[in-house]
């Protein structure tokens, strides 16, 4: 007899990308980004870690909320960081949804959406996406109006596409929320600064963000959530009582205030993945048009995987991906490869590996 709760043992749970431990892979796998971070934030991390760790965060980070508000043109009450962005998105299920409560979100997408439902003991459905990652709202809106909470990546992950504003204002839910997931959004060519939230149907969405990606900090857990106050104030009650810790939040605030760092990175990964892209067609892949640190490229004559396993024997990973119950796949499953942007040295290494593969 299981003493877990029935949703936990009928989850597999996520499955994170592969993290070698040893030295000389060309990691291309799970989205980071290949630059270091501002050495402003690496001092900071070095003042905090010999300052006071015997006693306890600020539980509300309100210098982090000060440092990131005028970022986003909205007020420190508005923001609410987290341990990573799933954090948020963990926290806000637990703040609106009940069993039984409906989660939605695109398929194929993040694949951790559907987890974070189960283990709450929400029932779930997929908005299925179409062959070129666009929506079909009309068949999307009766499962929408059902809704208790929707989770939209933006960028999605793994296709890098970005949908328009109207098309994300177009599926909040009449009676529940919109999660507009932006880990990647500084990656844009145009990228937001929570402008949806001042829009009719801003009072319904909640804007979660990430530092893993643009600020080079994965390996330093913070994230944050960006909404409307009483929002907010609902999901203080929920998160644990010191969350963020003083590093981390000391990273962070740092990494905000060196803008021009963050955006001098964001500028090279978008030179890469435009060359990158340009590289991939002429070896017979499609590609899809990327706002992300990623792409997403299929081969009509090479199977997936054999080429994953070929570039792991090199030691170069990229990420295999396939989602299962996809009508227009082939067979039913949509694969594919998802590449990660890396330095320019990664990618040749990739694309020379690439020309050998196949």
Not at 82 to 95: K, Q
Not at 166 to 191: K, N, S
Not at 227 to 239: E, N, S, T
Not at 335 to 341: D, F, M, W
């Amino acid at each position: 007899m299981s003493l877990f709760r029935p949703a936990i043992d009928r989850i597999e749970g996520y499955l994170p990308g592969e993290q070698p431990q040893e030295a000389g892979w060309v990691k291309l796998n799970t989205n980071e980004n290949p630059y270091p971070p501002s050495p402003r934030v690496v001092d900071a991390i070095r003042t905090a870690a010999g300052g006071r760790l015997n006693l306890y965060p600020d539980p509300l980070a309100t210098k982090f909320r000060k440092t990131a508000a005028p970022l986003f043109g909205v007020e420190p009450d508005w923001l609410l960081p987290a341990n990573g962005s799933d954090e948020n998105l963990t926290i806000v299920l637990r703040s609106f949804v009940d069993p039984g409560d409906l989660v939605v979100y695109p398929y194929p997408s993040y694949i951790l959406y559907e987890t974070l439902a189960d283990i709450q003991g929400g029932s779930r459905a997929r908005l299925p996406l179409q062959p070129d990652w666009s929506w079909d709202l009309e068949a999307c809106r009766p499962i929408i109006e059902r809704a208790k909470l929707a989770l939209i990546p933006n960028p999605n992950s793994p296709s890098g596409n970005r949908w328009t504003d109207d098309e994300i204002l177009a599926l909040v839910p009449p009676r529940g929320l919109l999660v507009l997931d932006e880990a990647y959004g500084d990656f844009c060519d145009r990228p937001h600064r929570a402008e949806l939230l001042r829009r009719p149907g801003g009072e319904r969405i909640i804007i979660t963000r990430s530092f893993s990606k643009s600020y080079s900090l994965a390996g330093v857990r913070l994230g944050f959530a960006i909404a409307r106050p009483d929002l907010i104030q609902g999901m203080l009650k929920v998160k644990d009582s010191y969350n963020c810790d003083a590093i981390s939040l000391a990273a962070g605030i740092v990494a905000l205030e060196d803008q021009a760092w963050m955006d001098a990175n964001a500028a090279r990964v978008r030179a890469t993945r435009i060359r990158l892209s340009a590289e991939l067609d002429r070896l017979g892949f499609n590609v899809v048009p990327s706002q992300a640190n990623f792409v997403w490229c299929t081969h009509e004559k090479t199977p997936h995987q054999p080429i994953y396993e070929a570039l792991k024997q090199r030691k170069i990973l990229v990420r295999f991906m396939g989602f299962p119950g996809v009508a227009w796949a082939e067979g039913g499953t949509a694969n594919g490869l998802r590449i990660s942007i890396g330095t320019d040295a990664e990618i040749d290494a990739l694309l020379a590996a690439l020309r050998e593969v196949l």
